[in-house]
């Protein structure tokens, strides 16, 4: 019976956990640990102080430890699409069957938008109603329409983004100008002259605020 006993007695000691020598009274949280509110001197802890049973360190304050933030990535920033447009820049542009014929199909106005239907060689651009010459074709930026003011005593509207180019026609001092595209250092719109009439071309940046 002796021997029981102390088998017994042996056995119980055996299924106790090592680690609750250092137990006290409190449940511990998702982190496995808690904050002493009972017989903390007793512990060799101070009141309120937040601590583990796992072996992790302790904190003072009843204040659990804050996870770490992450820093969201930098938002990218879409680069812009530049749209181009091909126009004509000629009065009449001659718009033929098929490349190098002489016999005109029909004919495009100054300003008429050429939808590339596929370029032929370097002189020809085909469109729907046929081909027509690179040579009487421009091209400008499309921007954000907007108004600009004539602001010398006279400014010049050019056929294509050079100045040196055919004249359109002119307007004087403080006229409006319909502004859609840009190119070369030139305004892209409309406008009227002195006398009313509608002008459609490039006008230089230089005389416009």
Same mark, same amino acid.
Request: proline share 4%; glycine share 8%.
């Given at each position: 019976?002796?021997?029981?006993? !102390?088998?017994?007695?042996?056995?119980?000691?055996?299924?106790? &956990?090592?680690?609750?020598?250092?137990?006290?009274?409190?449940?511990?949280?998702?982190? %496995? =640990? !808690?904050?002493?509110?009972?017989?903390?001197?007793?512990? %060799?802890?101070?009141?309120?102080?937040?601590?583990?049973?796992?072996?992790?360190?302790?904190?003072? %304050? %009843?204040? *659990?430890?804050?996870?770490?933030?992450?820093?969201?990535? &930098?938002?990218?920033?879409?680069? &812009?699409?530049? *749209?181009?447009?091909?126009?004509?820049?000629?009065?009449?542009?001659?718009?033929?069957?098929? &490349?190098?014929?002489?016999?005109?199909?029909?004919?495009?106005?100054? =300003?008429?938008?050429? /939808?590339?239907?596929?370029?032929?060689?370097?002189?020809?651009?085909?469109?729907?109603?046929?081909?027509?010459?690179?040579?009487?074709?421009?091209?400008?930026?499309?921007?954000?329409?907007?108004?600009?003011?004539?602001?010398?005593?006279?400014?010049?509207?050019?056929?294509?983004?050079?100045?040196? /180019?055919?004249?359109?026609? /002119?307007?004087?001092?403080?006229?409006?100008?319909?502004?859609?595209?840009? /190119?070369?250092?030139?305004?892209? =719109?409309?406008?009227?002259?002195?006398?009313?009439?509608?002008?459609?071309?490039?006008?230089?940046?230089?005389?416009?605020?």
């Amino acid at each position: 019976m002796k021997y029981f006993y !102390h088998f017994i007695v042996l056995l119980t000691l055996l299924l106790v &956990p090592f680690n609750m020598v250092d137990a006290h009274p409190g449940r511990t949280d998702a982190n %496995g =640990g !808690h904050t002493c509110r009972t017989n903390c001197e007793k512990w %060799g802890l101070q009141y309120g102080q937040y601590h583990y049973h796992n072996g992790g360190s302790t904190s003072s %304050g %009843g204040s *659990q430890p804050k996870p770490s933030t992450v820093k969201p990535a &930098p938002a990218q920033t879409a680069t &812009p699409v530049v *749209q181009m447009k091909t126009i004509v820049a000629v009065d009449q542009a001659k718009v033929v069957a098929y &490349p190098n014929s002489t016999e005109a199909v029909s004919a495009l106005w100054y =300003g008429f938008e050429i /939808s590339d239907e596929g370029s032929y060689d370097d002189q020809f651009v085909k469109i729907a109603q046929g081909y027509v010459s690179k040579l009487v074709l421009t091209q400008y930026t499309v921007t954000q329409a907007k108004t600009v003011t004539i602001a010398t005593d006279k400014a010049y509207f050019f056929a294509t983004p050079v100045a040196t /180019s055919t004249v359109r026609g /002119s307007t004087i001092k403080n006229t409006l100008v319909q502004v859609v595209g840009e /190119s070369n250092g030139f305004y892209y =719109g409309s406008s009227k002259d002195a006398n009313g009439k509608i002008l459609v071309g490039f006008v230089a940046k230089t005389v416009v605020k």
